[in-house]
């Protein structure tokens, strides 16, 4: 599946602590030019607002990114292969993608 930047998918998200993958949300960051052109795609992770913080998680408007609970987007990054995207359940709220792109910026300052 070929998704495009700030798509909410289900992926088999990969823990360091374990050597297990779990079924998990996860926002789209990079281009569907790139994601076609490469066949993967660059993803952050979304997890529980329940869990401890991380510098930058940013709170989300999880209904309309497709979610049952409230979530954070974590800036925990990472890129997967197109092929092991589960499935498509919502996209980033227009209002909240502003503060992904600040977020951004902070975390990869490029002149």
């Not at 329940?50 to 990472?78: H, I, M, S």
């Not at 292969?81 to 996209?91: A, L, S, Y």
């Amino acid at each position: 599946m070929i998704c495009d930047r700030y798509e909410i998918v289900v992926v088999p998200f990969p823990f360091t602590q374990r050597s297990s993958v779990k079924r998990r949300p996860a926002l789209a960051l990079s281009s569907m030019d790139f994601n076609e052109r490469s066949g993967n795609t660059l993803f952050a992770m979304i997890t529980s607002s329940e869990n401890d913080p991380w510098p930058l998680d940013f709170a989300l408007d999880y209904q309309t990114a497709g979610l049952t609970r409230p979530c954070v987007v974590r800036f925990k990054l990472f890129t997967l292969d197109n092929r092991v995207i589960i499935k498509r359940i919502g996209e980033l709220h227009r209002t909240d993608r502003p503060s992904i792109r600040k977020s951004l910026r902070e975390l990869l300052p490029i002149d």
